[in-house]
Structure formats: C-alpha cells, structure tokens
C-alpha cells in the first residue's frame, strides 16, 4: 500500500522535501553552504558572459565613433554634415569618458579621505528577481572582499556585501527589505533603525512621537551596531507620519544614492566590528 | 540530446542578457524569468533523466543571479521542476489556457512563498504598486511561455516524425 502510494506520488513527494530544504535555507542559512560551490560553478560559467558585455559597453561607442572619424578622414569627398555628426559623436563619447573619470577621481578622493581600506569595483549586473534588490560588482574573493563589508559611493551608502566568488560578488541594497541598520538623524542624533522599503525608500523604526525628526533631515549611520562606517549618509527624511494610537513615527527616507543607476562603488574592506554570520544579509 | 541544448541555451542566453545586458534598461516587471520557463519546460516536455539533467544548469543560473540566501533557489527550482512534471503526468492538457495556468499558477505560488518567507523573516516587502507590477511580471511571462513552449515541442515533435 505504502509502496504504491510512494511510487504513485514521489515526484510530489520530492518537490515537497525540496521545498521544505528550501525554507530552512532560507529562514537559517547553515554554516556551510552547499550553494556556495554551486554558486561558484555558476558564476565561472556566467563569468564570460558578463565581461564581454561589460567589455562591450564600454567600447563599442568608441570604436563605432572612431570608425567613422577614420572614414571621415579617407574619404576625402565625404560631406561637412557626416563630419560634424562623427565629432559630434566624439564630443559625446569625450564627455562620457570625462563623466566616468571625475566619477573615479571622486571615489579615490572620497576613499583617501575615508581613513578605511577600500576597494573600488565596477556594478556588472542587477538583480532581476522581484522580491530582492541587488547589484553584481565585479570585485570577489581574490580582491579581498567578504560578507557584511560595507559598500559605498561618495554621494552615500549603497549596501553591503552578501555572497562573494572569485570576480564577483553580490551587493544587498540598502532599499532592499532584508538590510536594517543603526543610524541616527544628524541634526538632532536621535538613534532609529533603517529598514529597506523597496524602490528608492528605507523607513525609519521605532522612533517615538516626542523626538524631533522632520522632513529635510539627514539620516546617516551611526556605526553602532558595527555593520556600516560610521557617518556615511544614509539618506534624507521625506515624510514622517506621526499616528494619534500607537508608539512610533512612520518615517520614510530616500536613498541619498540612487542604487539602481550607480556604476562604480567603494567596498571597505574592514569586517563588521560585531560577528558577522556568513550567507545573512 | 537537441532539447537539453535548447534548454541550457534559453536559460543561459535569456537569463545572462536580463542579469547583464537588460536590467539597468527596462523595469525588472518586464523581464521575463527565462530560467523558470526553462525548467517548467522542461518539467511538462521533457521526460525522465533527460527532463531531470536540463534542469540542473537553469536551476543554478538561478542561484547566481537571485540575490536570496545560498542554496535556496537552487532547491526550490528543482522542486518547481518535480511539481511541473507532475502536473503534467496527471492533469496537463495541451492547450493555451492549461500552459497560461500552470505557468502563472507556479509564478504565483513561488512569489507568495517568496514573500511570505520574507514577512516572517521580518521583512516587509508588499506593497500595492509592488503588487501590480508582480502581477504584471506573471501574466507577461506566462503568456510568453505560451508561444515558446507551443514552439519549442512542435518543432521537437517535427523531429521526432
């Protein structure tokens, strides 16, 4: 009876057990994570893939452009209207490499100044996944980064480093609900917790009716908690709600980076002071 | 051998050009989870070993490139492909109207476990735009899944004859 039963429904029976793994998986990751050297087969499998397109991105434009600059100059019967568009290209092309550099002189500025070891990566990818916000950066595990390092532009924080492999690593926005960390308003130094809220927002938590927080103010971290540097800008206040019943402010706090269009980031490469377990968030 | 190929060359191609090429160009709601076609196609089309062996590669790439926690995705991708290959054992009937429903019907279900696993983590993920825009996501998907999955066996049938 059991027998039959079990080869009638072992598939279901499978899917189940699986499924049941994949909660445990989720709700506590175990120390040692089989997905780890399933992630690291994946990622050298996709590791071609996202270098030729980044590789692409960046120079298809200039070699499109200065291919027609060397056809402009052949060609010497080639008509004014060609060539202006091709230098107009090239102008275009100029003030993005120029764009990119000031970007990267920013960074180096911003990681000198920043008194932590960094590393500076390149964003390849962007989770595509509709309950989790993420970036791919192509900095992994062989520049020196790990799970719970911190990751930042000048203008703000971005998030924090989830899963590393060798070449890349993924990155949990700040926006994103699983993050939380301690910060403080910078005008008044009331303490809350950030919590992600999706698109560009974090909300603020347990802040009470009585403390001073009004839309306009800066939120950066406070660095208690050991998971994010110490006065990195978190964001700016955009509405506090404060209900007639009940024991906290509903705060609403835009990123003061927009994380889903950043390019290059900072990661420090200093652990979190507090244990950090892998594979959480 | 011809449909394994098929299989790991959607989900790679479809799954790598969303992750590297489209994401940062159209809304997330619009990019259709390719790797998830893959491998409910694999479910209904594909029987035995075969079926189980071309699930493999999607399931990973969708380990990689979800940023949920290690080994999660990886499982539940190959309990969506036992689930699929049991609808189809039992209940599939080859029509637009059944493949729309199995595919949207296990969209929903991974998405609202998904999020329910994240409110009781703590989180608090749903919100009403959040919502439509899901909504969006399953009903685009699904009804590319039509198309590919109606093309996909025909022309593996063609063969076949």
Redesign the interface.
Known sequence: MVRKFLRK?W??L???A??A???Q???R??EV????I??E???S??RP??AG??FLRRSVSSVWTGYFALVAVSRENADLRKEVAALREQLKESRDAVLENRRLEELLRFSKNLEKRTVGARV?????????Q?I?IDGGTEAGVEPGMAVLTPAGAVGRI??TFSGLS???LLT???FAADVIVERTRVRAIA?G??GNLC?LKYVSPTQDVVPGDRIVFSGFDGSMPKGILLGTVVSVDAPPEGLFMKIRVVSAVNVL?VEEVLVVLSRPMIPFRR??P | MRPLLVVLGLSFAGTAANVWLLSAHLPWFLLPDFSFLAIVYAGLFLPGPLGFLAVLPPALFREVTITGPPGTFFLASVAVYFTASEIGRRIFLRAEIFLFLIVAGLLAAESASVLLLLIMTGGNPFSLLRGAEEVVRIAWTSLLAVFLFLDLSGRWQRIQE
């Open positions: 429904w598939r279901l499978l899917a189940v699986l499924l793994s994949a909660i998986f989720f709700v990751p175990p994570a089989p997905g780890r399933v992630g087969i994946g990622t499998l996709f893939f996202y397109v980044d390849v990818g962007h989770d595509v996944s509709p309950w989790f993420g791919f989830h899963r993924e990155v949990i994103d609900s699983r919590e809220m999706g909300r269009s594979g959480t």
